[in-house]
């Protein structure tokens, strides 16, 4: 997203911008609690987890580079997040406290089309991770979600746990072992010890639903016209 904002905007948000390492399993917005700062991942993941009262828990968006942590709430000083987000893969961010993010949107031209765009996909990107989880199978799912990891962290080696990725794929932590197993026999992922190695990314996408495709392209092409519309 930083690097779609024309140069004089991108600067006036650099100057408020400081480094965070969030490591797995950190909270960083709580339920139901203010979101005073928002945070836009340069490396690594953050989820986006909601808990039911039986102690269980489902993944429902996740964010890396492409995204920001704390919308749509931390443009509302009273609006309340309905689930926690929490580092997944470690990942080192850039910091903006909420109350000048807010000024930047109504002093800016170009950010507020830009957050109001990705939040229309956000939207519609958890609908589709809803009817995902519900027509594809977990194997699917699963190449699908290491493909999206691997995108949003920038590399094809991270550390997952099943605990984690059950939570991704809204399953029993059987379910995701024998997923992997079957994606590690056909020789398109390494799993060892909580690190994934995504082995043949091409075969992998074919194994994949075609939501990650259309998840891919729809980032794509919303940040590549402001983009080019920042060099105009």
Not at 4 to 21: F, Q, Y
């Amino acid at each position: 997203m930083l690097d779609a904002l024309p140069r004089a905007e991108l600067d006036a948000l650099t100057a408020h911008l400081r480094p965070v390492s969030i490591p797995p399993k950190k909270l960083v917005i709580e339920l139901g609690e203010p979101v005073q700062i928002l945070y836009f991942p340069v490396s690594g993941m953050v989820s986006h987890v909601s808990s039911m009262e039986d102690g269980s828990s489902v993944e429902t968006a996740t964010f890396g580079n492409e995204g920001v942590v704390g919308l749509p709430e931390g443009l509302n000083p009273n609006a309340r997040p309905s689930a926690r987000s929490i580092g997944q893969v470690h990942a080192e961010s850039l910091a903006l406290d909420a109350d000048i993010f807010r000024k930047l949107m109504v002093q800016s031209d170009t950010l507020p089309s830009l957050v109001y765009g990705y939040l229309s996909l956000l939207f519609n990107l958890v609908g589709q991770h809803a009817s995902c989880n519900r027509l594809h199978s977990a194997t699917q799912r699963l190449a699908r979600w290491l493909l999206m990891t691997g995108d949003q962290v920038g590399r094809d080696q991270f550390d997952l746990t099943h605990e984690f990725m059950g939570q991704m794929l809204g399953a029993r932590r059987a379910t995701v072992t024998e997923s992997a197993q079957e994606l590690q026999a056909l020789g398109l992922i390494g799993y060892s010890r909580g690190r994934i190695s995504i082995l043949d990314r091409p075969r992998l996408t074919e194994a994949a639903c075609e939501c990650y495709g259309l998840v891919r392209e729809c980032f794509e092409d919303l940040y590549t016209t402001y983009r080019q519309a920042s060099r105009l």
